[in-house]
C-alpha cells in the first residue's frame, strides 16, 4: 500500500502499547473553523452504525458534528450527498457485511463523483482493513477512526473543497474529549459514556487495540450530564464502557464505580443500567449498591466466554470457572429477581468436546435469561490469531447449535415465571411487527409487546403478562 502524503494510517504494534501516562482531559479540542462552518449547507448525510452501545453513542456525536455544519440526516443513502459507515471489528462477519455494503452502493459514487463516502470506527482502526479500502475500495475518500472522530469538520473540509482522498487513522492510547456535541436518537432513553478503552486484553479480542487505554471521565462531567438528561425528560440512561466495572481506577477514584453508580442513582432519574461488566473487577460493593437502589434496574450482562478453566486461561479472561460462579450465585442470592445474561464463545483454538461440556454444564447452573452465542472467529493482530485454529468449522456448528439449544430453554423456563405477573415497562413505542401493538422493557430487560389503554412512548406503566415466548412476553396495560 503506497502512503500518501498527509495520511496517517493504523498500526497495531502502537496501538496495543500502555504507559503510566494520565489521559488529558480535553474541554476545547473540538473547534469548527470558520471555513467549515456553512460545508453541510444543502446537503444530506446517511449515517449507519455497526455494533455495540458504544458505536450508537459515537455515531449520535457523528450526528452532533454533521448537524453542526448544517448537514440534513436522511433515511437512505440514495438521497445522500455524503455516506458515512460507523463500523464495528468485534467479528470477521461484522467486517464482512460493511465490505459486502460498500461494494453494493459503489454505484451511487459512479453516478455523482462528488458523493463524500466514509468509513469511520473499529474497522478504520485495523491496519489490514484499512490496506483493503485503499486498495480495492477506490470509491471510499474518507477513512477516520475512533480517537479523531473530533477532526471531521476538517476531515470533510479535506475532502469536499480540496478533492483530497482523506485518510487520518491514529493508533494510541487515547485522551477524553469533553466538548463534543451530540444529537441523541431517542427521546426517552440515553448513553452516557462513563470509561473508554480496555487494558484486558483478552488473547481474541481486537477492542484494546482499537479502542485504546481505560481512562475514565471525570464523575462530575458524569453526573452533570446524567442531571441535563433527566431535566430533558429522560427516563432510562445506560452507563457505558468497554468494562465499567473499572470505572475510576485510572483516577484513583475511592469506591470506583459503586461509588458512581451511587451517586448517579441519588440523582433519581427512573432507571439506570450499565453494560459491559467484566467478572474480574465485579466488586461486592456494586451488588451492594445495584440491590441499594430501585432505580438501579436488576439487570446485569455478564459475559463468561467458555465454562473451562483451560480455555479461560488461554483467551486471558483472568478468572476461573469457580470464581465466576461464586460472583453469580452472590448476585443471585443478594438480588433474586436480578437478572443475568451472558456471550459465550465456542470452538476457540484447541477446544475440545470435553471442556466444550463443561461450558454447557455451566449454563445449566446458572440458567441465563439471555445469551449471546458466537463461533470464534479470529482477528488479524491479537494473540489467539497466532494459534491454530484446530476445531473444524462442522464441529463449531454443532457446539453452537447445542449451545442455543440449552440456553433457549432455560430462557423460556425465565420467561413463562412471568405469566399471570403485572410488571413495570418503559414505553419505547409502536411493535415491529405489528402496529396496533406497543412494545417496551421491563426492569429485568424483558422485551415485552403489549395491548395498550392510554400508554405513549416514554410513559412507564403496568403490564399484565399473558403469553410467554423465548425471547419475549406479551400482555396488556393494566
Known amino acids: ?29 473540538f473547534q469548527i473553523p470558520v471555513e467549515v462552518r456553512d460545508l453541510g449547507l444543502g446537503k444530506k448525510y446517511y449515517l449507519r452504525t455497526y455494533g455495540c452501545q458504544a458505536n450508537e453513542r459515537d455515531s449520535e456525536t457523528l450526528a452532533g458534528i454533521l448537524e453542526e455544519l448544517k448537514f440534513e440526516a436522511v433515511e437512505t443513502p440514495e438521497e445522500a450527498d455524503l455516506i458515512l459507515l460507523n463500523t464495528c471489528a468485534i467479528r470477521k462477519n461484522a467486517e464482512d457485511k460493511v465490505l459486502g455494503e460498500i ?12 458523493l463524500v463516502f466514509g468509513l469511520c470506527g473499529c474497522m478504520a482502526q ?36 480540496c478533492h483530497k482522498r482523506s485518510i487520518e487513522v491514529l ?5 477524553v474529549i469533553e466538548n463534543l456535541p451530540v444529537r441523541r436518537f431517542g427521546k426517552n432513553k440515553a448513553w452516557v459514556n462513563i470509561i473508554y478503552g480496555c487494558d484486558k486484553f483478552c488473547t481474541y479480542c481486537i477492542v484494546p487495540y482499537t479502542r485504546g487505554k481505560e481512562r475514565s471521565r471525570y464523575m462530575e462531567d458524569i453526573l452533570d450530564e446524567v442531571r441535563q438528561l433527566k431535566a430533558e425528560g429522560y427516563k432510562e440512561i445506560t452507563l457505558l464502557g468497554q468494562n465499567v466495572n473499572a470505572y475510576g481506577k485510572d483516577l484513583k477514584i475511592e469506591g470506583g464505580f459503586a461509588r458512581l453508580l451511587e451517586e448517579v442513582a441519588k440523582i433519581g432519574i427512573d432507571r439506570i443500567r450499565f453494560t459491559t461488566s467484566h467478572p474480574w473487577d465485579f466488586s461486592d460493593e456494586m451488588i451492594d449498591i445495584i440491590a441499594k437502589y430501585d432505580n438501579i434496574m436488576p439487570f446485569i450482562h455478564l459475559p463468561v466466554q467458555s465454562g473451562d478453566n483451560q480455555i479461560l486461561k488461554i483467551m486471558g479472561r483472568r478468572y476461573t470457572r469457580e470464581q ?9 442470592d443478594r438480588m433474586p429477581n436480578c437478572a443475568i445474561s451472558t456471550d459465550i464463545i465456542v470452538g476457540f483454538p484447541n477446544e475440545t468436546e470435553e ?15 439471555n445469551a449471546f452465542t458466537f463461533i470464534y472467529s479470529p482477528r488479524e493482530g491479537t494473540p489467539a490469531a497466532a494459534m491454530e485454529d484446530n476445531v473444524s468449522l462442522e464441529v463449531k456448528q454443532r457446539r453452537l447449535q447445542e449451545l442455543n439449544d440449552c440456553w433457549n430453554e432455560y430462557a423460556h423456563e425465565k420467561n413463562n415465571a412471568y405469566l399471570g405477573q403485572t410488571v413495570k415497562v418503559l414505553v419505547d413505542g409502536i411493535s415491529k411487527k405489528n402496529e396496533s401493538i406497543l412494545s417496551g422493557y421491563t ?3 424483558k422485551l415485552v409487546n403489549f395491548k395498550a389503554k392510554d400508554a405513549k412512548p416514554g410513559d412507564i406503566i403496568n403490564v399484565k403478562i399473558t403469553e410467554c415466548r423465548t425471547f419475549s412476553l406479551n400482555g396488556e396495560q393494566v
Open 1 to 29: 500500500m503506497k502512503k500518501q502524503p498527509g495520511w496517517a494510517l493504523p498500526n497495531l504494534r502502537e496501538a496495543q502499547k500502555r504507559t503510566k501516562k494520565e489521559a488529558i482531559i480535553e474541554r476545547s479540542l
Open 103 to 114: 461494494g453494493h452502493l459503489k454505484h451511487l459514487k459512479d453516478k455523482n463523483p462528488d
Open 126 to 161: 485495523e491496519e489490514e482493513i484499512v490496506q483493503i479500502i485503499v486498495e480495492k475500495y477506490r470509491h471510499i475518500n474518507l477513512v477516520f477512526g475512533t480517537h479523531n472522530i473530533h477532526r471531521l469538520p476538517e476531515l470533510l473540509y479535506e475532502v469536499m473543497s
Open 171 to 175: 493508533s494510541k492510547e487515547g485522551d
Open 324 to 332: 465466576y460462579l461464586t460472583l453469580f450465585h452472590k448476585i443471585k
Open 355 to 369: 471442556q466444550f461440556q463443561h461450558t454447557i454444564e455451566l449454563v445449566k447452573e446458572c440458567q441465563f435469561d
Open 443 to 445: 426492569e429485568t430487560n
